[in-house]
């Protein structure tokens, strides 16, 4: 069922796609290439190095993206010493869509709204979606099993399901959506938009080493492996990557559950991310680096190719 938010967000977008923000890797440019492309355009606000960075970003955004949508991420986490200062530019610049990750509170989701943001938060259980729906968001993201970063477990099409029995508002899934065809199945399951992040990850506006672009141009869904090794909560990996930094994917030691998420210092002590590759399970699809505007240029034609092979109008 089509409700207004969605369909007034959809009426502004080339594709039904919204990016996933990615720790490290999403950058103001590729916020503005994915919105000039069309889509929902997506970044972490600690990726900027600092908040003054990130106050000069937002700025940058806004002037280059007209009147699309676009999203910054912040980390309701207690061990994120930005949050608050973060939080003042974010509200400053009336950023149109917030996605808030860890331990967000009814509180901030108001102050946010109340500041003309529409709030998000991605879930991976039903009943964390409850709650969520409780706390008044938006906007709810289903991470379903095989994403990239913190990754669900479950099918989409259980999660998807369970979810959509009750909550008629926004509804994103995210999770190995790389084609036309995906994007496409994630409506037919009862999604609004599609939340694509990994297949970023090999754009040209990406801050990905070069290595790790080829890493995904190279590899499918048996080179992803899932451990809360790194985190503390499970996470998608690069298999190879662990392997080039000395280390045996099947012999890894699991971090206390929940007890090793610590983005203090923005997050950049961490090996996982910067040394250790993240990646869903759709990289399959992903055949070369390049200007995130081509591949959507790709995905735009894929998607249609897909509704033309289903008999529906395009
Ligand atoms: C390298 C990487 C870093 C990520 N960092 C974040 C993050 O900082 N905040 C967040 O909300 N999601 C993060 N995600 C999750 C994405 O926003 C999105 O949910 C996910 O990539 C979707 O699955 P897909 O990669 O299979 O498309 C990250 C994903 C990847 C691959």
Redesign the pocket.
Known sequence: MQHTLAQSLRAKLRLPVMA??????STADLVIAQCKAGIIGSM?ALNPRSTQALDADLARIAQNVGDMPWCI?LVAHKTNERLAADLEVVLRHKVPIV?L?LAADAGLVRELQANGSLVFQ?VIKNRHAQKCAEMGVDGI?A?GA?????TGDQSPFALVSEIREWWDGLLLL?????NGRGVLAAEALGADLA?????F?ASTEANTQTGFKQMLVDGSAKDVMVTRCFTGVDASFLRPSLIENGLDPDNLVPATRGGAINISNGGANQRA?RDI??????IGAIKQAGPAGEWLDWLANDYAAARRDMGLAS
């Open positions: 996933g923000p990615m720790f490290i890797a972490p991420n996605v990750a991605d993201i991470v095989g994403a990239g970063g913190h995210a999770g190995c959506i790389a939340y694509i992040g990994s297949p990850l991310w590759w993240s990646a869903g399970q759709g």
